[in-house]
């Protein structure tokens, strides 16, 4: 394939390698083809002449990681993915009573952290409630979308009527074709940037509910155990840890216990 600038499997390789030493996520080696087309558009914006030149640029140019990072994450997400995780949540929520913290570990662009406020609120009757919401992520323009709450009317479009009636108001003028989240749904959640990786986490106080959905994915089995491991140290024994549809921690019995679909408690409390 004919290509701007020349992209070799060493090129490749240490982009791989500085991704798993800055996020943990292992890049297949299927992914070059993306990892060209995500980072030509920094090396064009950056009028840099080349890969080298880029991945220089990269090791001495502090800014350059956080580019780095939002380049080459996998975003994908949706309000009520995986649906029965926030039936599970509204369970969770009946046998609570007093105060609860949520922390959603990978929100991307925030509908999974609206989703679990949306679930809140209507488990309460209200958006005044005694549940703290936390969401993180570790690609800032992710978290720039999720905190202005603002979508394309196609993203609510799978949401039942009342629900959107509820938790969204329309654009108007320049915002025509998007809707917003209701303020008071806005307040429910804290949104702020945290590598999984980072030695410490802003949140070490007890967490009764993790969603860590679809990130895990990403790491290769060490980075997984040693990830699991701290988030369910937060959890009390009687706390939840959600993963995504495909993340199965089955090889880690000395953390966790399956409680229900892609659910599981803490183990060794
Ligand atoms: C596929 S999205 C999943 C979004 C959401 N949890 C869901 O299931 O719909 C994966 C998210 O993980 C984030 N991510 C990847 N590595 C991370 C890390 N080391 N620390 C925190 N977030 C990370 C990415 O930026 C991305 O937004």
Redesign the pocket.
Known sequence: MDREFSYTRKHFDAVRAKLYEL???TLATSKDALVYSRLVRRIRNLNLSGFPDYLSYLDTTPSETQEFINAL??????FF?EAHHFEILKNFLQERTGKVKIW?????TG??AYSIAIAVAEHYGRFNTPVEIIA????SN?LATASAGIYTMDRIESINLHRRKQFFHRGKGNQAGNVRVVPELKRMVKFSK????DTKWPTTSGVDVI?C???MI?FDKPTQLAVLTRLVALLPKDGIYIA?HSENFSSFPQLVRLAGQTTYYPVGR
């Open positions: 996020a943990g996520i994450t996998t975003n994908l997400t949706s993915r959603c570990v990978a929100s991307s509908e999974e993180s992520d570790i690609d992710v945290i590598n999984l990786l969603f959905r679809n990130v990403y995504g």
